[in-house]
């Protein structure tokens, strides 16, 4: 599968590790070259530096042959908007995002868009663990 993942913070990167290490072709876009330094020693994918709302950047990362796009930025309102881009105008098959703040989540869901919110997801765990 080649995957293209933006946002090379925490979880971008372990993902893009976790996919590498499985033989997936990985392309990670970040803003900022040094964030790079998360990705694993062993990392085999590609580090490109750009902006994921830039259709040209999207290009070079490889997105119009992509099988799968993470956006997992700090921004709830970039990622939404590279969702769409991926999605819409490119034509990814498979697009997730991620949405901290659970209201949005929801409203992006009923526009189509697969998005997650860590806030949502770790709360039912925290509950879990407390009734268990």
Not at 106 to 127: M, N, W
Request: with cysteine; hydrophobic share 45%.
């Amino acid at each position: 599968m080649k995957v293209v993942i933006m946002g090379s913070g925490r979880v971008g990167a372990q993902l893009a590790g976790l996919l590498d290490a499985e033989g997936h072709t990985v392309t990670v876009l970040d803003t900022d070259a040094y964030s790079f330094r998360r990705l694993p020693p062993d990392f085999g994918g590609t580090a490109l530096v750009g902006n994921g709302l830039d259709q040209e950047a999207l290009k070079r990362a490889g997105i119009e042959e992509a099988d799968a796009f993470v956006v997992v930025t700090q921004g709830d309102n970039r990622n939404v908007m590279a969702a769409q881009i991926a999605k819409h105008i490119f034509n990814v098959p498979r697009v997730i995002c991620r949405i901290y703040d659970p209201l949005r989540q929801e409203l992006y869901q009923t526009l189509g868009l697969e998005a997650i919110s860590p806030t949502t997801v770790f709360a039912r765990l925290l509950k879990e663990q407390l009734e268990s």
